[in-house]
């Protein structure tokens, strides 16, 4: 039988290149839709240039495709982009090519939303699906939209929420934790209590493979997240273990580490730091997935491997 045919998008992103990888490895072939002509990753059975702002012109990009992975999109990290620019590029860019696949007859439709489409930086519950999303920023509401967007149009999709993503290349938040690790000096943060949910490149695209292959429709958002949530101790302790070295961690308590990022002008990092965002996976359970990767192994194999 032929393999079946994935349209990708976002493959020169963090994310898009670990799943064109993951995706061939595992025997798909893969159809990249680059926005500027260039040379062709290896292993693929194709590329198409074209612009997503622009999706009505797809027809070459899903001819033949049993499903679409969309993972582009202007990301988080973009803190200071209007929240035009956000619903330009992740809401009505999304919608559009979900139109284009709905009418090429694709199969499925998988949509790399975020967590952020359904909470704050921080929750005081662990979340589920069950949870009325309730996005705070321009970014999530503009995921959050495309996910609405997908439920009008008559394909069949799933929506994957993941947590902060870690794994080699990684930008942001996680990037920043792994440069503290590596800091040669004992760090204030063994006081820290907050606890939340990561998921590695590898097992996001576990799940992505899942949900390729659920053979019942989905039409529904499915958050990923790997089994335990951690703390940020014990990510120190992971990426140092990782690193060959001793946790160096002095337990500053929160309130008192809050004080004194608090007159260095950094209020905003004590929530990223000290605040909780745990969540489980249960849509993809009940699909019998369970992610592959262990937080606290994943992290100090990232780590080992050079991050």
């Known amino acids: 039988m032929t393999a079946p045919l994935v349209a990708l998008t976002g493959s020169t992103g963090f994310i898009g290149r670990h799943l064109l990888a993951a995706l061939t490895a595992r025997g798909y072939r893969v159809r990249v839709l680059l926005r500027r002509p260039g040379e062709l990753p290896p292993g693929i059975s194709g590329a198409v240039v074209g612009d997503l702002a622009r999706p ?5 990009a899903l001819s033949g495709a049993d499903a679409v992975v969309h993972s582009a999109g202007l990301a988080h990290a973009m803190s200071g982009a209007p929240e035009d620019d956000y619903r330009t590029f992740n809401t009505e860019a999304t919608r559009g090519l979900a139109q284009a696949a709905a009418r090429a007859r694709v199969r499925r439709f998988v949509f790399l939303s975020s967590i952020r489409a359904q909470s704050g930086p921080s929750a005081d519950r662990v979340l589920t699906e069950a949870d009325a999303p309730a996005p705070t920023d321009p970014y999530g509401r503009s995921k959050l939209a495309a996910e609405e967007a997908l439920a009008g149009i008559d394909i069949d999709y799933a929506a994957l ?11 942001g ?21 907050g606890r939340r ?5 590898e097992s996001l695209a576990d799940a992505v493979d899942a949900v390729l292959r659920a ?3 989905l039409r529904r958002p499915l958050i990923v997240a790997e089994s335990e949530p951690v703390s940020v101790p014990e990510m120190i302790k992971a990426l140092r273990a990782g690193l060959g070295r001793r946790p160096g961690l ?5 309130g008192l580490l809050g004080a004194a990022l608090a007159l260095t002008g950094r209020s905003e990092l004590r929530e990223r730091l ?11 359970a009940a699909l019998g997935w369970a992610a592959p ?15």
């Open 56 to 60: 009505q012109n797809m027809a070459a």
């Open 161 to 171: 929420r993941p947590v902060l993503v870690y794994g080699p290349g990684q930008k």
């Open 173 to 193: 938040n996680m990037a920043a934790l792994l440069r503290l690790a590596r800091a040669p000096y004992p760090l204030p943060l063994g006081g820290l209590s």
């Open 197 to 201: 949910s990561l998921v590695s490149v």
């Open 215 to 217: 053979p019942d429709p």
């Open 250 to 254: 002095v337990p500053v308590p929160e």
């Open 274 to 284: 000290a605040g909780s965002l745990a969540a489980r996976a249960a849509g993809l």
């Open 293 to 307: 990767v262990e937080t606290r192994h994943g992290l100090e194999m990232l780590a080992r491997a050079g991050g």
